[in-house]
């Protein structure tokens, strides 16, 4: 399984932005889909996580209100719409899936796929 992660861009701050992650195909191995990112100079971060079914959904407390996580299950397609951005958003984020229990769903490492990274910057 292959995701594509998009959407990415230069914003002023208190804009907003809406990233894809389309997955090459539908399979069984995934029922959890995360965003994380990796500001500059820093550690990757968790940013979001649901399962597909829609039975769980956690956001990191940064991002808390601001963004929300989507499905279009037609298109295979996840999304992150990300509004009221702010200048401490800039990182490059990328999109994961994969087979993740509940208590994992914020560990980058419990995730098999990850899209290529899409740059988010936000000026001030």
């Known amino acids: 399984v292959q995701l594509q992660a998009s959407g990415g861009g230069l914003v002023q701050d208190g804009g907003y932005l809406k990233l894809s992650c389309a997955a090459s195909?539908?399979?069984?191995?995934?029922?959890?889909v995360a965003w994380f990112r990796h500001p500059p100079g820093k550690a990757r971060e968790f940013v979001a996580a649901?399962?597909?079914?829609?039975?769980?959904?956690y956001y990191a407390e940064a991002v808390k209100g601001r963004f929300t996580l989507s499905r279009d299950k037609a298109k295979n397609t996840d999304y992150l719409q990300m509004n009221s951005l702010k200048p401490e958003d800039t990182a490059v984020y990328y999109c994961?899936?994969?087979?993740?229990?509940?208590?994992?769903?914020?560990?980058?490492?419990?995730?098999?796929?990850w899209g290529q990274g899409t740059q988010v910057t936000v000026s001030s």
């Open positions: 195909e539908r399979t069984a191995n995934i029922y959890a």
């Open positions: 994961a899936a994969g087979r993740v229990i509940l208590s994992a769903l914020r560990s980058a490492e419990a995730y098999g796929y």
């Open positions: 649901f399962k597909r079914d829609g039975t769980n959904t």
